[in-house]
């Protein structure tokens, strides 16, 4: 059974960098899209961006001046950072799978992380 | 971006009772690249449903999905008390992927 564990800070100063890792277990990351989702009372769910074990990313346009997501596959990782956080990142942050068959991924989510919130302090 | 408004905002219903949950898009979804979650309080959300009507592994038939194009509907056959929860639609058609803001199905 695949799961994914996110880990970092719970609080983040104003015009900071937030950084978070997903740690994915009972399976490997290769092959698969990961993404970082978050979601706060203001905005909903919110999907910030995805990256393939190649290194591949695309971005949500309303972040991705502030957005990189890396991966580690030796670690069996992957990783967010978002720059310059205001109290409007505050939000509980997922990591989550893409839904591959045995040819073909699509962008919807079948694992997720249990989720980690992040609250951004002035 | 597509815009996903699902309505209504809540839903107050009995268990045993039957569940109609919307979701409208801005534009086409094409191919049908919708999904639904449910997510319970401090829990991150599952997906029930996919490719608008494909139920995910083990979720019971009492959730079924329809729609097309614009036009996208949840059906919980049968209320069981574990089904009180927020519903989400999403799209994956385009990116960004987006999220409706949810409908919370209440106990009555």
């Known amino acids: 059974q695949v799961q994914l564990q996110e880990s970092g800070p719970g609080l983040v100063k104003a015009s900071e960098t937030l950084s978070l890792t997903c740690t994915v277990s009972?399976?490997?990351?290769?092959?698969?899209?990961w993404s970082w989702i978050r979601q706060s009372p203001g905005k909903g769910l919110e999907w910030i961006g995805y990256i393939y074990d190649s290194g591949n990313t695309n971005y949500n346009p309303s972040l991705k001046s502030r957005v990189t997501i890396s991966v580690d596959t030796s670690k069996n990782q992957f990783s967010l950072k978002l720059s310059s956080v205001t109290a409007a990142d505050t939000a509980v942050y997922y990591c989550a799978r893409s839904y591959c068959s045995s040819v073909i991924c699509f962008g919807f989510f079948d694992y997720w992380g249990q989720g980690t919130l992040v609250t951004v302090s002035s | 971006e597509i815009v996903l408004t699902q309505s209504p905002g809540t839903l107050s219903l009995s268990p045993g009772e039957r569940a109609t949950l919307s979701c409208r898009a801005s534009q086409s979804v094409s191919n049908t690249f919708l999904a639904w979650y449910q997510q319970k309080p401090g829990q991150a959300p599952r997906l029930l449903i996919y490719?608008?009507?494909t139920r995910a592994t083990g979720i019971p038939d009492r959730f079924s999905g329809s729609g097309s194009g614009t036009d996208f509907t949840l059906t919980i056959s049968r209320l069981e008390p574990e089904d009180f929860a927020v519903y989400y639609c999403?799209?994956?058609?385009?990116?960004?992927?987006?999220f409706g803001q949810g409908t919370k199905v209440e106990i009555k």
């Open positions: 999403q799209q994956y058609v385009n990116s960004p992927r987006t």
């Open positions: 009972g399976g490997s990351i290769s092959s698969y899209y």
């Open positions: 490719a608008a009507s």
